[in-house]
């Protein structure tokens, strides 16, 4: 029985580690212009990344728009 709550415990415990680290994933993105050069955007974390790599794409001051590209996605 003390086996099994030290389990389950070590097992929450991996899972709110686990997800917390992504919140704070970090990466450096940028989008391809009309021309086909890249445009840097910096560097996007936690929910700005997500919300970013979710509309995959960016829209410039031109209103050309681009496809989103992050290091590692």
């Given at each position: 029985?003390?086996?099994?709550?030290?389990?389950?415990?070590?097992?929450?415990?991996?899972?709110?580690?686990?997800s917390?680290?992504n919140?704070?994933?970090?990466?450096?993105?940028?989008?391809?212009?009309?021309?086909?050069?890249?445009?840097?955007?910096?560097?996007?974390?936690?929910?700005e990344?997500?919300?970013?790599?979710?509309v995959?794409?960016?829209?410039?001051?031109?209103?050309?728009?681009?496809?989103v590209?992050c290091?590692?996605?």
């Open positions: 029985m003390k086996t099994n709550l030290l389990l389950f415990a070590a097992a929450i415990s991996f899972v709110a580690l686990t917390s680290c919140k704070n994933k970090c990466s450096e993105c940028h989008y391809d212009d009309i021309n086909g050069n890249e445009v840097e955007m910096g560097e996007f974390c936690g929910d990344l997500e919300n970013l790599e979710a995959g794409s960016y829209t410039d001051s031109t209103g050309y728009t681009g496809v590209h290091e590692g996605h």
